[in-house]
């Protein structure tokens, strides 16, 4: 990837990282243009439509809501620590049930739970009907305790990319600083019993 394109947004964090090099507040990043991969296979498949206003929870520095408003959505940007974009707002505190008209994108962190604490926040912040749609690595499928939660909440979507994309922590671009690895997009519908249907990320040349 050319070293001009920006390339930062928050997501989940690697395994391969040890606990005592991980990053604090699991703040990780990874090209854009793997992002607008993901979106452009949505217009492609039209399995789901996206909703005109997105909520990014977990916003870091706000890539994934800048490759949004691109696009023509209307976005709000949250996150519990103050990287100079959006409104600082610990996510997992609020309690609307079913208020937020729209849909809920972001990259969740993973250390204690997280990832899971945040499903169940969105699903329970957003209207019947409106999408939930979180990045982890594609291994999050196997695990007893989300077995559980995926019986529960069980996606109707799960986008994964044919190729691996590279995680870069703390945001540095650096070409010894991060890790490519397997992910995937996994997208609830509130109210709606998932499908799991998997569709596979066509693999672009943005490179």
């Not at 399995?47 to 994934?64: M, R, T």
């Not at 499908?195 to 066509?202: A, G, K, M, R, S």
Request: proline content about 4%; charged content about 30%.
């Amino acid at each position: 990837m050319s070293d001009n394109v920006p390339s930062h947004m928050k997501i989940v964090g690697s395994s391969s990282h040890t606990d005592d090099d991980r990053e604090p507040n699991d703040f990780y990043a990874t090209g854009e243009m793997d992002f607008l991969d993901f979106l452009i296979q949505i217009d492609l498949e039209k399995k789901f439509f996206l909703s005109e206003n997105i909520w990014e929870p977990a916003c870091g520095e706000g890539n994934l809501c800048t490759v949004l408003e691109s696009r023509g959505h209307n976005v709000r940007a949250s996150d519990i620590i103050d990287r100079g974009y959006g409104e600082v707002l610990d996510f997992l505190s609020i309690n609307a049930p079913n208020s937020f008209d729209g849909d809920i994108i972001t990259n969740p962190p993973y250390k204690n739970d997280l990832d899971m604490a945040f499903i169940r926040k969105a699903l329970d912040t957003v209207k019947n009907g409106r999408y939930v749609i979180m990045l982890f690595k594609t291994i999050f499928l196997a695990s007893k305790k989300r077995y559980l939660l995926f019986n529960e909440y069980r996606p109707r979507f799960v986008y994964t990319y044919s190729r691996r994309i590279r995680i870069m922590k703390n945001n540095k671009k650096t070409k010894s600083n991060g890790n490519a690895l397997d992910y995937s997009w996994f997208v609830w519908q509130k109210g709606v019993e998932g499908e799991f249907q998997n569709v596979l990320i066509t693999p672009r040349d943005w490179r």
